[in-house]
């Protein structure tokens, strides 16, 4: 079968991959779409470490192909949309409904694919380029049959991490006041979360001024090319300023910006090396600096609840997905979300 495959050096789209069957608690999904984070690349250019050979994506959306021995929440022929939490959900964490924190789903690769007989990583649980692919049960949401595919598969990275970052981690409230700076995949979906939560003034920053339309889509109130004019609009700072790029300037930044009692909340993924600095003494108000995994997000129920706002008119799904692309022109949907002319693409199968 065809997927994406980076073997440390170089990508290629081969067309020899193997998965094995679904086991007890497993799923087989035949992969219709799949979105292309910059999580993905982050790979490829080191900023995320991850062992190799592996097949890339974790974005996905496609039908159930097969189920394992007591997997009964999905059958073959249901649409799912993948989560990447290959959570355990028995432990202390999940209990307390925080499957993010759960340790069985953080930095466990497994090996479900080989090539030429030679076990092939799984990315983020997922490797959603691929033609089929096996999860663990707890990562298949069903979703239903009326939702495109390839919308469907924005929720599984994308919107998750940014609409739930809002209404998970930061708990945005009626009338508060939000900054997102950069407005690629995940910082469209922080705006959106932050209009389906009522925020009264939302302000988009982005170096790139043509994005300003698609930033007021879907929810900006304002729109600046650089930060420096936030204080022009509120004085006082913001309560919620996410940094959606992953630069320790624009961490900075962020939290420069709070008003009293804000909090800084970082998305973005720098060098897993990188320190970013603040001024102490402007934290005594109260201030905060949040990360977040994931957007906080307990997917069987995330998921379910953004394809109810989806079909109800929203949540904007098939306006994140700028082009599709046939996996084979994988190479072109790299350079388009590289340079920024994209706000997602999907890989098609």
Do not use: W
Request: proline residues 5%.
């Amino acid at each position: 079968m065809r997927g994406v495959v980076y073997d440390g050096k170089r990508i290629d789209v081969v067309d020899d991959l193997a998965v094995r069957d679904p086991g007890p608690g497993e799923v087989q999904v035949a992969i219709a779409a799949a979105g292309l984070c910059h999580s993905d690349l982050s790979v490829v250019d080191g900023t995320i470490p991850f062992p190799v050979p592996v097949v890339l994506g974790h974005e996905g959306a496609g039908v159930v192909e097969a189920v394992g021995v007591g997997v009964t929440h999905v059958a073959p022929g249901d649409h799912v949309a993948l989560s990447t939490l290959a959570n355990c959900g028995t432990c202390a964490e999940c209990d307390r409904g925080r499957p993010t924190m759960c340790r069985k789903a953080i930095g466990r690769p497994g090996q479900p694919f080989t090539r030429a007989g030679r076990p092939v990583y799984q990315f983020a649980s997922n490797s959603a380029f691929a033609e089929r692919t096996v999860v663990r049960a707890v990562q298949a949401v069903r979703v239903p049959e009326d939702i495109p595919l390839p919308s469907a598969a924005l929720i599984g990275c994308g919107v998750l991490t940014g609409v739930g970052a809002v209404l998970n981690r930061a708990r945005v409230d009626r009338g508060d006041s939000v900054l997102v700076i950069g407005t690629g995949g995940i910082g469209l979906n922080v705006l959106q979360g932050a209009r389906i939560a009522g925020a009264l003034r939302i302000v988009a920053v982005d170096a790139n001024p043509a994005k300003e339309a698609v930033a007021r889509q879907f929810g900006a109130t304002d729109f600046l090319t650089s930060a420096e004019g936030v204080r022009d609009l509120l004085p006082t700072g913001v309560d919620h300023a996410f940094e959606c790029v992953g630069r320790v300037e624009l961490i900075r930044q962020a939290i420069d910006l709070l008003d009293r009692h804000g909090q800084a909340i970082l998305l973005g993924v720098p060098p897993a090396a990188a320190e970013a600095s603040f001024l102490v003494s402007s934290m005594y108000l109260d201030k905060s600096i949040l990360g977040c995994r994931y957007g906080s997000s307990r997917p069987q129920h995330d998921i379910a609840l953004y394809a109810d706002l989806y079909r109800r008119g929203r949540l904007l799904l098939d306006e994140l997905v700028t082009r599709t692309y046939p996996v084979e022109d994988f190479e072109k949907a790299a350079a388009d979300a590289e340079a920024g002319r994209v706000a997602r693409g999907v890989l098609t199968f």
